[in-house]
C-alpha cells in the first residue's frame, strides 16, 4: 500500500526566507503527484499538480519537484510570506488506474512577520 | 472561480442517527469524490463517483455508507447508522480528469 510521508512536521521561519517542504512515497508507481494548501479548519486548496512524466511546476513564487524514481517530491517557497502560513499537504495518484489520492500527514508552516 | 461547495458547515448528531452531507461540485466536472480526515490524521479516500457508479471505494466505505448524485448538480454522502469514530470532517472534491478540487469540508460530530 502506498504510504507518503511529509517532514519537517512543522517549519517555522522568518518572512522572506525560502524554505523548502518535503514529500517521499514508496510506491514510485505513480501518476500524478499534486500540492495542497490547508488552513486551519478549512478545505484543501489545489497549488500544483505534477504529472509523473514532468519534473516539476511552477506557480509564481511556488515551486514543485518531482523524481519519481526515488519516490520524493520538494515543494520550494521562494520569499516566504506571513499570508503562507498554512499546513501543505503532498497526494499521489498510483498509476494502477484507480483515481483516489494518498494523503501525506502535511508539513504546518509558520512564517514569522 | 467556480469552486465545490458543501453544506452543511458543521453537523452534530447521535450515534446510531442518519446524516446526509451534500455537497455541490463544480459544474463541468465529471469525477466525484469524498474524503475524510478524522482530527489530527490523514485525509483518508472514501469513494470515487463517475458516471452514476462508483469507480472506488476504500476499506472505510462499508455497507453504513452510500452515495447518490440525486440531480445534475448534487453529489451527497450518506451514512446510515452513525458511530462515534464516524466524527470527522468529511470533504468533498471533483475533477475534469486529474487535478482534483476540494470543497471547504462539513465538520461531522457524533455525540
Known amino acids: 500500500k502506498q504510504e507518503v510521508t511529509q517532514i519537517p512536521a512543522a517549519l517555522s521561519v522568518p518572512e522572506g526566507e525560502n524554505l523548502v517542504l518535503n514529500c517521499s512515497f514508496t510506491d514510485s508507481a505513480i501518476y500524478n503527484l499534486q500540492w495542497f494548501r490547508q488552513d486551519p479548519g478549512k478545505g484543501l486548496t489545489s497549488l500544483l499538480l505534477?504529472?509523473?512524466?514532468?519534473r516539476e511546476q511552477t506557480s509564481g513564487r511556488l515551486n514543485a519537484s518531482l523524481d519519481k524514481s526515488s519516490g520524493r517530491s520538494t515543494l520550494y517557497i521562494a520569499a516566504s510570506q506571513p499570508g503562507d502560513s498554512a499546513t501543505y499537504l503532498c497526494?499521489?495518484?498510483?498509476?494502477?488506474?484507480?483515481?483516489?489520492?494518498?494523503f501525506g500527514t502535511g508539513t504546518r508552516l509558520t512564517v514569522i512577520p | 472561480e467556480p469552486e465545490v461547495t458543501q453544506t452543511p458547515s458543521h453537523q452534530v448528531t447521535q450515534m446510531g442517527q442518519e446524516v446526509i452531507l451534500r455537497c455541490v461540485p463544480i459544474?463541468?466536472?465529471?469525477?466525484f469524490y469524498w474524503y475524510r480526515q478524522i482530527l489530527g490524521q490523514k485525509v483518508e479516500f472514501l469513494v470515487s463517483?463517475?458516471?452514476?457508479?462508483?469507480?472506488?471505494k476504500s476499506e472505510i466505505f462499508d455497507d453504513q455508507f452510500s452515495v447518490e448524485r440525486p440531480d445534475g448538480s448534487n453529489f451527497t454522502l450518506k451514512i446510515r447508522s452513525t458511530k462515534l469514530e464516524d466524527s470527522a470532517m468529511y470533504f468533498c472534491?471533483?475533477?475534469?480528469?486529474?487535478?482534483?478540487?476540494f470543497g471547504p469540508g462539513t465538520r461531522l460530530t457524533v455525540t
Open positions: 472534491a471533483s475533477s475534469v480528469h486529474y487535478e482534483q478540487y
Open positions: 459544474s463541468n466536472h465529471l469525477y
Open positions: 505534477i504529472q509523473s512524466s514532468q
Open positions: 497526494a499521489v495518484r498510483p498509476s494502477t488506474g484507480a483515481n483516489n489520492l494518498f
Open positions: 463517483f463517475y458516471n452514476n457508479e462508483i469507480s472506488e
